[in-house]
């Protein structure tokens, strides 16, 4: 899924300064839009079905998986979070609901502020998995603080088979279009490579998502309001019926951790101002909930378990 809608003023998708580049903004002055001709777009949607003679189609499911609420989400009109100009990486656990085997995902993120993803199987923290912290006490070629493409690269290596999905930084996710006549050009979101492993997954597994923060363009916007979808289409496994419609997963994380490479700017386990999957919460999750959402009134009772050597309720 690609962002290459710019049609109403003053939201992310939009210019802000009579600037080019790909990390600057742009806008168009009254007069220009005055003069700009009118223009007509369509979509045209086919849906081809398997022909009979190529064998029985294969029943798929839908993972729709989203981004830590936050106290900016709550009063966005679509749900973003913030993650203004500044170059990071966060980093968030998701619960498969079901089994499943993997055959295709994608990402959807404003790609003026994408800077790639890894989702990793395992209940992971970036100094966990990495050796980074504040102090870079993990380097990459020498003694200087990583980069966040050097993070990006240590994820991988020290993930290894973990590594259930990656972008390839090499594919460019976004295009500059040289400006015309007829009111187009600027930066463009482009879908870029993001690729998994063949992977079949469990009921209740945890997988742990990376995503990274990188200022491309529109470097004035901050706040910037981002989505960070991981989606993907899986065989189910273990239904009652190979006909069963479980429609789509949709799962989200309950808290998230964060660091800005080059600063003392590392946490772990920030509770959401949201919990998106109330059915497995930390112990911190749990205090959380029950701290800010008094209203729902009594809670109830959890017993502790392990996963990947992690508690939960």
């Not at 990006?152 to 460019?172: F, M, R, T, Y």
């Not at 597994?205 to 309001?225: G, H, I, R, Y």
């Not at 490479?261 to 386990?269: H, I, L, M």
């Amino acid at each position: 899924q690609i962002n290459d809608v710019r049609f109403c003023a003053g939201n992310e998708m939009t210019g802000s300064q009579q600037k080019q580049g790909p990390s600057q903004s742009t806008v168009w002055s009254e007069a220009a839009v005055a003069a700009a001709p009118e223009f007509e777009w369509y979509v045209r949607v086919i849906f081809k079905l398997k022909p009979r003679s190529e064998g029985e189609c294969t029943q798929v499911t839908k993972l729709v998986t989203v981004w830590p609420m936050t106290k900016f989400t709550r009063t966005h009109p679509y749900t973003c979070y913030d993650v203004g100009n500044a170059e990071r990486v966060q980093w968030w656990r998701i619960r498969m609901k079901r089994a499943g085997r993997l055959i295709g995902a994608w990402v959807h993120s404003h790609r003026a502020r994408y800077g790639g993803m890894v989702v990793v199987a395992g209940v992971h923290q970036l100094a966990d998995l990495t050796g980074i912290d504040s102090a870079c006490s993990a380097t990459v070629g020498g003694t200087e603080c990583p980069s966040l493409a050097q993070v990006h690269q240590l994820l991988v290596e020290k993930g290894g088979d973990k590594v259930i999905c990656s972008d390839n930084p090499a594919v460019q996710w976004w295009e500059e279009l040289p400006f015309a006549g007829d009111g187009s050009g600027g930066n463009y979101s482009r879908a870029g490579e993001f690729s998994c492993k063949p992977y079949t997954f469990h009921k209740d597994e945890m997988v742990t998502v990376f995503s990274f923060d990188k200022p491309m363009w529109f470097l004035d916007a901050n706040p910037f309001p981002q989505h960070t979808m991981w989606f993907a289409y899986y065989v189910p496994i273990g239904l009652p019926s190979d006909r069963e419609d479980v429609g789509a997963d949709r799962n989200g994380p309950n808290s998230f951790g964060f660091w800005e490479p080059g600063t003392a700017a590392y946490k772990e386990d920030i509770p959401g101002e949201g919990m998106w999957d109330a059915e497995i919460l930390t112990p911190q999750e749990y205090a959380a909930r029950k701290r800010t959402r008094p209203e729902e009134g009594t809670w109830r009772t959890y017993e502790l378990t392990v996963i990947d050597g992690r508690e939960f309720f």
